[in-house]
Nanobody, 124 residues
């Protein structure tokens, strides 16, 4: 069983920055890719970013490339999402998730554990 706990969300003005953290329980964290997804009101859950087990490979949805950075610290069982130049359209609940494999994944059904989510609100 894996538990994921996100933190770091909040209210920020457009152009601002936030860093989300996701702390994972369990001793197998370093074997699996991790991802961040988001869901805005009335919209489908959307892939945001993913990082491979080693941290050596990352991938992003086009709309956040150059603004968001995913990273991980396997010694701390934690994955991060640094978000810069935030825009109102980034407003959503952000979820971290553990992939079922070590390589980067972009589809929700490739992830088997999810956190409870953290709200990010960007005001214009």
């Amino acid at each position: 069983q894996v538990q994921l706990v996100e933190s770091g969300g909040g209210l920020v003005q457009a152009g601002g920055s936030l860093r989300l953290s996701c702390a994972a329980s369990g001793r197998t964290f370093s074997r699996y890719a991790m991802g961040w997804f988001r869901q805005a009101p009335g919209k489908e859950r959307e892939f945001v970013a993913a990082i491979a087990w080693s941290g050596g490979t990352t991938t992003y949805v086009e709309s956040v490339k150059g603004r968001f950075t995913i990273s991980r610290d396997n010694a701390k069982n934690t994955v991060y999402l640094r978000m810069n130049s935030l825009q109102p359209e980034d407003t959503a609940v952000y979820y971290c998730a553990k992939a079922m494999w070590g390589t980067v994944r972009t589809m929700p059904d490739e992830y088997d554990y999810w956190g409870q989510g953290t709200q990010v609100t960007v005001s214009s």
